[in-house]
């Protein structure tokens, strides 16, 4: 039968025990029915059975590393409970970046690992900000569940659209803690009709709220109905006892909603309610819980936590869930790709067995004391210290030195880490999103998405005896962090740094101070424009250049076209020409110079997309073709048709979310429209409305402070990246201008 975690639902609060090519993801194809697991072989096994790798993700300031640090007093990892913003100078463990700690957010996402009663409890905190969303993906990416958290009182803002979305992309199974319930204007009925009408989710209160606000003070279970209060130091101890009188209806109202939606996609559930004639007779308790499990992890449920970390309520509860609901390495499937035929790429199920070649995946690097740190998830298989591992994308064999497994920033030694582990290996060079095997297998795990940059900054460092630090820090960055990319300006000699917005990159330039002593100036922040076309041209363009000796010689003809809106390719290149007027073997020259002509276009000098070059007819000579003749010359009439196709400049549209007292909302309605945004949707909750609009990134610089000097510091807003939409005109012909400026100022300058 299909076994549940041993602990019991009011355990004792304590437990002293501590324990890119290849895009696709392929996860999925699981079956849950009652007494099966994935891999029957291994599903015996105590150590993967008794295990869970877990992420804790959220919108900025809902409390996941409030949360992350009540997780680790009550498992007994940690003996005393430190606040983010703590005046004790101490902090949250796993914020442990200075940067963190003055700021008060969370910057990279952190590992730690813990136990709850018999079971083993892998966890990585992740950032919230939009800024730092590659840590949310890169985590979600190696993890088998996950803790979605809502604020209580915001409910489902702008960034837990963002996680939604990744843990969809990953197949995570996930449950739903909402927290802050003690905050005034905590409601988590409304937060649940959220999560099923703007996430879409299937989602569904186990437990409702025993007061609100400062009444706060536990929560009614209704899969077992009993009431929990959690007393003694720091909500350590857990009262079970029956459900306050004045509960007793509206918790027989939600526990039949809990039974009949878990009915409506659970078979099992549903034919007990027929042939048991409910509601006449209530389910017990161990077929409820077998129903949630089950359904979790096929993702067509999401069980509804709740508390208050920062009050100590709910947590441990939370931590039973986890347990109960999320699954174990062996109950997901994940795949890879057999690359030992060339010829033949196929997806391969990769099995949780420590007898079998191991598999893993790099997904995070850090630069430590001791050189690279890199942190990897086992998939198959077993590694231990001293083993000869071969990097796959790489095709590289390498020792591993050292093996540790993180607890925040701290480490313990291990000699060997088995299947569905997180560990971390020192002075193995690699990328994130390498695979490394043993043996003969040829296999390499699918890559993880990696969002493209929407803000760039020109930096210079003042000191230039400094040079050799400022490349080693950019480079370390970069390796680092996907999201995070450099570049030289060809026309001006500038470095220009390109992230995710303007926190990203401040973040990295206070590193470069402090972790390499290299002071730097920053220039304006440069907006990734793109540059597209609004109508088809045709073009023929002949490359003509002689110099004495062999000269160089090439034409091509053809149409440009714009793409769909849908289309999967940001553009697109067709070989359309007939009779062989191109001979076959400069056709690839002729497409290098097609990529190399998008990468820059002629209004501003961004990369251009949404375009189709179909090449229908062309020429060449016999001695005086060449490849460099037929890449200069496409890349050229790529250029000149782009002109007379009715060029368009595509900005950043913004996804703006401000949360704001009701007495500044006007003020801050005429903000947004200031700065050309268009206001979606305006909702209020208590004492504060939460105003969505969509902005041009290029309106957004300055405006936390314009906002914090408008509302004396009361409101707080959050953007995310939601689309390109084409500037207007009288914008388009302002930023040409200044585009034109530059580019004469410079060239003056030479």
Request: aromatic share 6%.
């Amino acid at each position: 039968m299909l076994r549940f975690a041993s602990s019991s639902l009011f355990a004792t609060a304590r437990s002293t025990t501590c324990m890119s090519r290849h895009s696709s993801v392929l996860r999925g194809m699981m079956n849950y029915s009652i007494g099966f697991r994935l891999y029957s072989d291994v599903a015996q096994d105590p150590v993967l059975s008794k295990l869970r790798n877990i992420g804790i993700s959220a919108h900025i300031d809902s409390g996941k590393t409030t949360l992350t640090e009540r997780i680790l007093f009550y498992t007994g990892k940690i003996n005393d409970i430190h606040e983010v913003k703590g005046k004790d100078s101490v902090g949250a463990k796993m914020d442990f970046m200075d940067l963190e700690r003055e700021k008060g957010i969370t910057i990279q996402s952190a590992a730690t690992h813990c136990s709850w009663g018999e079971n083993k409890i892998n966890i990585i905190d992740t950032p919230g900000h939009v800024d730092f969303t590659i840590e949310v993906e890169r985590a979600l990416r190696v993890l088998d569940g996950a803790v979605l958290v809502i604020c209580g009182v915001g409910g489902v803002q702008s960034q837990t659209y963002t996680v939604d979305r990744q843990m969809r992309r990953y197949n995570v199974p996930r449950v739903v803690f909402i927290n802050k319930l003690d905050r005034v204007g905590a409601d988590p009925y409304t937060a649940v009709t959220q999560l099923r009408e703007k996430l879409h989710l299937n989602a569904c209160l186990t437990q409702i709220p025993i007061g609100l606000e400062a009444t706060h003070a536990g929560v009614v279970d209704l899969v077992s109905n009993r009431a929990c209060f959690f007393e003694g130091y720091k909500g350590s101890q857990l009262r079970d006892a029956d459900i306050p009188e004045v509960m007793v209806k509206i918790a027989a109202e939600k526990r039949a909603e809990l039974i009949q939606r878990l009915g409506d996609v659970d078979d099992g559930l549903a034919e007990w309610m027929i042939e048991n004639d409910y509601p006449s007779q209530d389910p017990p308790t161990e077929i409820i819980k077998a129903a949630i499990r089950r359904q979790t992890i096929a993702r067509k449920f999401i069980p509804v936590f709740l508390g208050s970390a920062f009050k100590n309520i709910g947590v441990q509860l939370l931590l039973n869930g986890v347990v109960d609901y999320l699954p174990n390495p062996t109950e997901v499937e994940n795949m890879a790709v057999d690359i030992s035929d060339p010829t033949e790429e196929k997806a391969i199920s990769l099995i949780p067995d420590p007898k079998k070649p191991l598999v893993g995946l790099a997904f995070k690097l850090e630069e430590g004391r001791f050189g690279q740190l890199t942190y990897m998830r086992i998939y198959q298989g077993s590694i231990k210290r001293g083993d000869v591992i071969k990097n796959m994308n790489i095709d590289r064999t390498v020792k591993v030195p050292r093996l540790v497994k993180m607890h925040a920033n701290e480490m313990e030694e291990i000699q060997e880490a088995g299947p569905g582990e997180i560990c971390a290996m020192f002075g193995v060079d690699c990328a994130s999103g390498n695979t490394f095997t043993t043996g003969n297998t040829k296999t390499v795990m699918t890559s993880m998405h990696v969002p493209d940059p929407v803000i760039s900054l020109s930096i210079t460092q003042t000191k230039k005896d400094l040079s050799s630090a400022f490349g080693k820090a950019l480079n370390k960055f970069q390796k680092e962090d996907p999201t995070f990319r450099v570049k030289m300006d060809p026309e001006s000699g500038q470095t220009i740094i390109s992230g995710m917005g303007e926190l990203h990159l401040f973040i990295y330039v206070e590193r470069m101070k402090r972790e390499y002593g290299v002071d730097t100036v920053t220039g304006k922040p440069l907006v990734a424009f793109r540059e597209t076309i609004g109508g088809s041209t045709s073009f023929d363009y002949t490359h003509k250049k002689q110099s004495g000796g062999a000269g160089q010689f090439a034409r091509v003809a053809g149409i440009i076209e714009p793409l769909p809106k849908d289309h999967p390719t940001p553009n697109e290149f067709a070989d359309d020409t007939i009779g062989g007027s191109i001979p076959p073997h400069f056709m690839e020259a002729v497409r290098k110079g097609f990529v190399e002509g998008c990468e820059k276009g002629p209004l501003l000098g961004h990369p251009i997309t949404g375009l189709r070059m179909s090449v229908r007819d062309g020429s060449h000579h016999s001695v005086d073709s060449s490849d460099l003749a037929f890449r200069i010359c496409t890349a050229a009439a790529l250029k000149e048709a782009v002109k007379k196709a009715k060029p368009i400049i595509l900005e950043p549209i913004m996804d703006v979310e401000v949360q704001v007292p009701v007495e500044y909302q006007g003020t801050i309605i005429a903000q947004l429209n200031k700065r050309k945004g268009v206001i979606n949707d305006t909702t209020g909750t208590g004492e504060f409305v939460t105003v969505n609009a969509h902005v041009p990134l290029n309106q957004m610089f300055g405006y936390s402070t314009d906002l914090r000097s408008a509302t004396q510091g009361k409101a707080e807003f959050s953007m995310e990246y939601l689309t390109h939409q084409p500037v207007p005109r009288e914008s388009m012909d302002q930023l040409v201008q200044e585009y034109n400026a530059i580019r004469a100022a410079e060239n003056s300058k030479k």
